[in-house]
C-alpha cells in the first residue's frame, strides 16, 4: 500500500462524518380548537390542558398553528368568556390561530355557499383576537381533509379563500391519533389510570409507524425526504404525551419548523389533482395523482380501538 492510499483510507471516515447529517423538517398543526377528546368539559380542566399543551410545545420550542371551530366557543348557544380566554392563551403563547370553519363541515357534503358561509362565521371572535395581538388571521385548514368532490368546487373554493387573504394549510401526516385521544379521554373519565397509561403508552410508537410510512412515500415520490405538515389535536392525549412525541421525532433527525418554512418545500407545488375528496393526506393525494398506491395506516392497538368505542366512529 502506498503512503498516499494508507493515508486516504485512513482519512475516508472523517470524511463521512464530515457529510451533513440527513435533516428531516416538520412543521406542527392541531386542529378543533379550542379542544377535542377531553375527560371532562369543566372550565377549570380545559385551562389546565392549554396550558400543559402549550407548555410542551414552548418547552420543546416547536411552533405551531392552531385551527379553530368557533362553534366550540358556545355553551348553551351563548359565547362562552372562559371558552374565547383558551384561544387568547394560545396566541398570548406566541402561537398562531387559523380558520377550520365554525361547525366543522365538510365541503365533500355541503353546497358550496353554505360552506363559505360557515367558514366566514367562523372568523367572528378569531379575527379580532388575533388583530388586538397584531397577527393576521391567514391559514385555513379543511375539516376532515375534505377538499370538494369535483373540479368545479375546488377551483371556485380556490378563488374564495384568495378573495379572502387564506392560504390553505396541507397535511402530510394524517393519522388516527384522534382513536388514541377518544380512547384515553374515555379511560380518564372512568377513572381507569391503568388503561390511560397503555394508551398513552402505545401512542408514540403508533407514531413512529405513521411517519415511517410518510417518510417512505415522500422518498418514493420525490427522491428526498420533504418537509412534513403534521396533524394533530387540541386534546388531553397531546397535553400529556406531546414532549414524548418530539423526542421521538428528534431521534428521527426532525427540526420543527414553521408552516410558512414547511410550504417553502417545491413538493407544495405538485399537482394534487382530483385526489383527497375523501379526506387523504396532500402525500396521499400526490401519491395517487402519480400512480401509486398510498399504504393503509398501520392497525390501531384493539385495546385502543375498544376504549375509544363509539366516540372513534364520529371522527373530526
Ligand atoms: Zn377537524
Known sequence: MTRWLFLLLCLLPFAASAAPPLERTVAVTFDDLPFASVPTEDDGYLEDMTARLLHSLQAEHVPAVGFVNEAKL?????????????LRVWLQAGFELGNHTF???????????EFEADLLQGETVTLPLMQREGKT???FRHPFLHQGTTPEVRAAFRDFLTAHGYVVAPVTVNS?????????ARAQAQGDE???????????????????????????????????????????????????????LRQR?????TLDDALRDPAYAAPLGASGAEGESWLEGWARQAG?????????????????????????
Open 253 to 257: 433527525g426532525y427540526r420543527f419548523v
Open 74 to 86: 358556545t355553551r348553551d348557544g351563548i359565547l362562552d368568556a372562559g371558552r374565547v380566554g383558551l
Open 176 to 184: 388516527p391519533e384522534w382513536v388514541f385521544a377518544a380512547a384515553y
Open 137 to 139: 388571521l391567514r391559514w
Open 194 to 248: 391503568d388503561a390511560a397509561r397503555r394508551i398513552g403508552a402505545a401512542y408514540v410508537p403508533y407514531m413512529q409507524t405513521v411517519f415511517a410510512q410518510a417518510e417512505q412515500l415522500a422518498l418514493d415520490l420525490f427522491g428526498r425526504p420533504i418537509a412534513h405538515v403534521l396533524v394533530l389535536h387540541a386534546n388531553s392525549l397531546n397535553a400529556d404525551h406531546f414532549d414524548a412525541l418530539a423526542d421521538m
Open 292 to 316: 401509486l398506491r398510498p399504504p393503509l395506516p398501520p392497525p390501531v392497538p384493539g385495546f385502543v380501538t375498544q376504549w375509544a368505542g363509539t366516540a372513534a366512529l364520529r371522527g373530526y
Open 103 to 113: 361547525s366543522h363541515l365538510s365541503l365533500n357534503r355541503v353546497p358550496l355557499a
